[in-house]
């Protein structure tokens, strides 16, 4: 991930900021970030391996296009930072679990293709509602992102939609199988709402999204999908969090060793 | 939407002869990349506008247009500027024309291509032999930027470059 261009400057004046603002910002940015880079991540695992050319396709097309997007925030976020040993790499692969800001709901494996299509579509759902938010930040940098993201997200939802309507309303296995995932992921849909100090901090400031204004439309939205699809909305009252304070589920150590095999074996290295 | 370019004329030849890493008959000129170049102190600042962000072909495309200034004598930087976001609408004329001659259908108007790759309708023309009785095979194609279809009169598959905008 290391080439000789540079990304825009923003005319925010980082100068300008305290070391405390700086510290929000630098974790808001991861927090969005992480998401984009956990999830890619979990498509990545699916290259070669996905149930049929074309859905492997998406799915590392779909990959690619967040470790695009990641590159761009933690290109941003290092340069936040105002620490030098701090890149794009280095916020990729040297971080440590508990340093790592994404949400459980990405994290959760590919289970089968009914559970990857609904992780998918949970997300992308609150992707693109989040995006559409984080284009009007006070933040140019971020907003930048946000505009050139939204397209590409815009793809993604119509993917995922589009599957579960067709795994939903389709034969009674998929039926079956998708309401499955539905029902077991619906827990996770919570924390994507939950905010965190840097959140706040940024809400405030007016460059973060206040996430909480987007929890009902995000629920009609796939709401709206799931019963096109004949699927149940599921009831259950409980709900997982803790990805965004660094408190991930059994699964994150995995990913992570895979992830970061190569920079921990290999330091410093390059493609 | 016309573009916002700032190119100065005796470094157009240069830019014009690095293409698109994926798509060979595309120069970055016509994809419409390139925002501005400027010769400043004996250094051509280039700032180029990424097509999709996870698109590889960009880091390709920056390292090319640096050696293709090296080889005409001149050290380029450059710099990715995500604002404006790249569209589709800024492939040039003979961009779109190129692309068709590869074999990738070139994109259509954002309605249209909402029609072809949502409501199914039969729009996209086969490259190979002009028919539109095609079908989408996938809205994913072989890389970021393009969706598969069939066609249905010569069964020969093609890619149709999605719109952006
Ligand atoms: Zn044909």
Redesign the interface.
């Known amino acids: 991930m290391t ?6 400057q923003s005319s925010l004046p980082l100068g300008e900021m305290s070391e405390g603002q700086r510290g929000n910002l630098h974790n808001y940015i991861l927090g969005i970030a992480d998401n984009s880079l956990i999830l890619g991540q979990r498509l990545g695992e699916l290259c070669g391996h996905g149930p049929s050319l ?1 859905t492997d ?2 799915g590392t ?9 990641v ?2 925030y933690f290109q941003y976020a290092a340069q936040v930072s105002g620490d030098d040993t701090v890149t794009e790499d280095t916020l990729a692969f040297m971080r440590i679990e508990r340093e790592y800001k994404n949400v459980l709901l990405v994290e959760q494996p590919n289970t089968d293709f009914g559970y990857t299509i609904v992780r998918q579509f949970l997300f992308d759902a609150y992707h693109l509602l989040f995006l559409r938010e984080l284009e009007k930040s006070t933040d ?2 971020l ?3 946000a ?3 939204i ?2 997200v815009s ?1 993604h939802w ?2 995922s939609s ?1 599957w579960i309507r067709r795994l939903g309303d389709g034969t009674s296995e998929s039926h079956e199988r998708v309401q499955e995932a539905v029902t077991d992921l619906w827990m996770y849909t919570d924390e994507l709402f939950h905010q965190t100090e840097a959140d706040q901090a940024m809400i405030a400031e007016g460059i973060g999204v206040d996430t909480s204004k987007l929890k009902d439309i995000y629920y009609k939205m796939i709401s709206d999908v799931l019963e096109e699809a004949t699927l149940e909305i599921p009831v259950g009252k409980y709900f997982h969090k803790g990805g965004k304070q660094g408190i991930h589920s059994e699964h994150m150590g995995y990913i992570l060793s895979d992830m970061q095999y190569m920079q921990r074996t290999f330091p410093n290295m390059e493609w | 939407m016309s573009i916002i370019q700032n190119i100065q004329p005796h470094l157009l030849s240069i830019l014009e002869s690095v293409s698109d890493p994926e798509i060979p008959v595309l120069s970055i000129m016509d994809m419409g990349v390139v925002r501005e170049a400027i010769e400043t102190d004996g250094i051509v600042q280039v700032k180029i506008t990424p097509t999709y962000s996870g698109c590889p072909a960009m880091d390709v495309i920056g390292d090319d247009i640096v050696s293709a200034f090296a080889k005409a004598g001149k050290k380029a930087k450059i710099t990715l500027v995500l604002s404006p976001a790249w569209t589709t609408d800024w492939i040039t004329p003979r961009g779109r024309k190129a692309l068709e001659d590869y074999g990738i259908a070139a994109p259509l108007s954002p309605e249209a291509d909402k029609d072809a790759l949502l409501g199914g309708k039969k729009i996209v023309k086969c490259t190979n032999c002009g028919s539109t009785e095609t079908h989408l095979v996938s809205q994913f194609g072989s890389t970021a930027c393009k969706a598969l279809f069939k066609c249905d009169t010569c069964q020969e598959p093609f890619d149709y470059f999605k719109c952006l905008k």
């Open positions: 080439n000789n261009s540079t990304t825009d074309e396709i998406a097309n779909i990959s690619l296009d967040l470790f695009g997007q590159r761009s140019e940098t907003s930048a992102i505009k050139k993201s397209k590409e793809y119509r993917f589009d």
